[in-house]
């Protein structure tokens, strides 16, 4: 795009603020202009290490080889958060394409691999890779958006709000089906369809939403100095200029505002738990069951009641694609199988991350570690 090759197209917020640094803002630079997907705490991003490796907190990559795009933002991530933990000069950091981090954390010659969606679900449901550091720790919106050469938008105005019209279309439909929409992209792009329905799906990680929100122009603006001091943005980017909504608004018209102003995932858990015989009603606490051979996923009210749901699937001889369930206390959407299960009582909680589970068990000490079998076992 900044060559002149390409007129618009759709990346994540470091290369969007890369785009729009080295093209410039001004008249014939880019311009930001919608947004697809995006998290509101930063959990499209996360760091996965072999289950073996002994590294359950930020604290173990100490002296580790880490995996990470220089410059994405799953390095962003990466680098924010081992500031935050204070180990920011105690590890190593390979830059690798995701792929190529991915083989290496196999072949175990890095530690730990940081990036973006949807390489932490791919590599936890995929190799069973453990969850770290789930992003949205560090509480910063996260996004994919629109950019287009600004000669393009002033040339071809026509052809840029058919593409917005499309993206609208799509996101509309992707809240519709978002399981059918799912098996597409997985189609299209190799990715299992049950990691795509971990972000795009009902109560996903990612909220696909059009709008420009100021929660993410904030967000940006926060980034811009974090990126000029790794060195990978030539110069700061002006985001109240490099933004606009105009064409977004036209096309999408009167409910723009509204949708703006809104921050919940639009595709939430509803309907009845079969198991439980309860009303799914709290995308908090809400997960799903996507059973072998069905064509939508299973809701299921509350973590326990996913257990039973769960357990009372594999009794009956039935068997699971995927299992969804939020972390109890971040609320990031994750693999069941994969979460770490403490039982408090009669609840039982899932977490993402061991980090989350261990700070929950300081709080309340009691709490007892489960297996995903044993939670299975002790729902009976």
Same mark, same amino acid.
């Given at each position: 795009?900044?060559?002149?090759?390409?007129?618009?197209?759709?990346?994540?917020?470091?290369?969007?603020?890369?785009?729009?640094?080295?093209?410039?803002?001004?008249?014939? =630079?880019?311009?930001?202009?919608?947004?697809? !997907?995006?998290?509101?705490?930063?959990? &499209?991003? /996360? +760091? @996965? #290490?072999?289950?073996?490796?002994?590294?359950?907190?930020?604290?173990?990559?100490?002296?580790?080889?880490?995996?990470?795009?220089?410059?994405?933002?799953?390095?962003?991530?990466?680098?924010?958060?081992?500031?935050?933990?204070?180990?920011?000069?105690?590890?190593?950091?390979?830059?690798?394409?995701?792929?190529?981090?991915?083989?290496?954390?196999?072949?175990?010659?890095?530690?730990?691999?940081?990036?973006?969606?949807?390489?932490?679900?791919?590599?936890?449901?995929?190799? =069973?890779?453990?969850?770290?550091?789930?992003? !949205?720790?560090?509480?910063?919106?996260? &996004?994919? /958006? +629109? @950019? #287009?050469?600004?000669?393009?938008?002033?040339?071809?105005?026509?052809?840029?709000?058919?593409?917005?019209?499309?993206?609208?279309?799509?996101?509309?439909?992707?809240?519709?089906?978002?399981?059918?929409?799912?098996?597409?992209?997985?189609?299209?792009?190799?990715?299992?369809?049950?990691?795509?329905?971990?972000?795009?799906?009902?109560?996903?990680?990612?909220?696909?939403?059009?709008?420009?929100?100021?929660?993410?122009?904030?967000?940006?603006?926060?980034?811009?100095?974090?990126?000029?001091?790794?060195?990978?943005?030539?110069?700061?980017?002006?985001?109240?200029?490099?933004?606009?909504?105009?064409?977004?608004?036209?096309?999408?018209?009167?409910?723009?505002?509204?949708?703006?102003?809104?921050?919940?995932?639009?595709?939430?858990?509803?309907?009845?738990?079969?198991?439980?015989?309860?009303?799914?009603?709290?995308?908090?606490?809400?997960?799903?069951?996507?059973?072998?051979?069905?064509?939508?996923?299973?809701?299921?009210?509350?973590?326990?009641?996913?257990?039973?749901?769960?357990?009372?699937?594999?009794?009956?001889?039935?068997?699971?694609?995927?299992?969804?369930?939020?972390?109890?206390?971040?609320?990031?959407?994750?693999?069941?199988?994969?979460?770490?299960?403490?039982?408090?009582?009669?609840?039982?909680?899932?977490?993402?991350?061991?980090?989350?589970?261990?700070?929950?068990?300081?709080?309340?000490?009691?709490?007892?570690?489960?297996?995903?079998?044993?939670?299975?076992?002790?729902?009976?």
């Amino acid at each position: 795009m900044v060559a002149g090759k390409i007129d618009i197209g759709s990346m994540g917020d470091y290369p969007l603020l890369i785009n729009g640094s080295r093209a410039g803002t001004g008249e014939h =630079g880019t311009t930001w202009l919608s947004v697809t !997907g995006y998290n509101a705490r930063g959990a &499209l991003n /996360g +760091v @996965v #290490a072999n289950p073996g490796a002994g590294i359950n907190a930020l604290s173990d990559l100490k002296g580790k080889k880490i995996s990470a795009s220089v410059g994405s933002a799953g390095h962003g991530t990466l680098v924010q958060a081992l500031q935050r933990a204070g180990i920011d000069r105690d590890v190593t950091v390979q830059n690798q394409e995701p792929s190529i981090g991915a083989s290496a954390l196999k072949a175990g010659s890095v530690d730990a691999v940081s990036q973006f969606v949807a390489w932490p679900g791919l590599l936890a449901f995929r190799d =069973g890779a453990r969850l770290v550091y789930d992003g !949205g720790q560090l509480d910063l919106p996260t &996004l994919h /958006g +629109v @950019v #287009a050469r600004k000669d393009f938008v002033g040339s071809d105005r026509d052809v840029v709000k058919a593409f917005l019209q499309s993206q609208l279309d799509a996101t509309r439909y992707l809240h519709e089906h978002p399981l059918d929409a799912a098996e597409s992209v997985a189609s299209a792009t190799g990715l299992p369809a049950e990691v795509v329905y971990l972000y795009n799906g009902r109560n996903g990680v990612s909220t696909f939403d059009t709008t420009i929100k100021k929660t993410q122009v904030d967000a940006l603006k926060h980034d811009v100095p974090f990126l000029k001091s790794v060195g990978v943005l030539d110069k700061p980017v002006n985001v109240d200029e490099f933004r606009d909504d105009s064409l977004i608004r036209e096309v999408q018209g009167a409910e723009y505002a509204e949708a703006a102003g809104a921050h919940d995932n639009p595709v939430a858990i509803t309907g009845v738990d079969e198991t439980c015989h309860a009303p799914v009603t709290d995308p908090a606490v809400a997960g799903e069951v996507w059973v072998r051979g069905e064509k939508d996923a299973r809701p299921a009210a509350n973590p326990t009641c996913l257990l039973r749901n769960v357990e009372r699937l594999q009794s009956e001889g039935a068997k699971t694609r995927a299992v969804y369930v939020p972390d109890a206390t971040t609320g990031t959407r994750w693999f069941a199988d994969r979460a770490i299960w403490l039982r408090d009582g009669n609840e039982f909680l899932p977490f993402a991350t061991p980090a989350t589970a261990d700070a929950y068990r300081a709080k309340r000490p009691g709490a007892q570690q489960l297996t995903w079998d044993q939670a299975l076992e002790a729902v009976r």
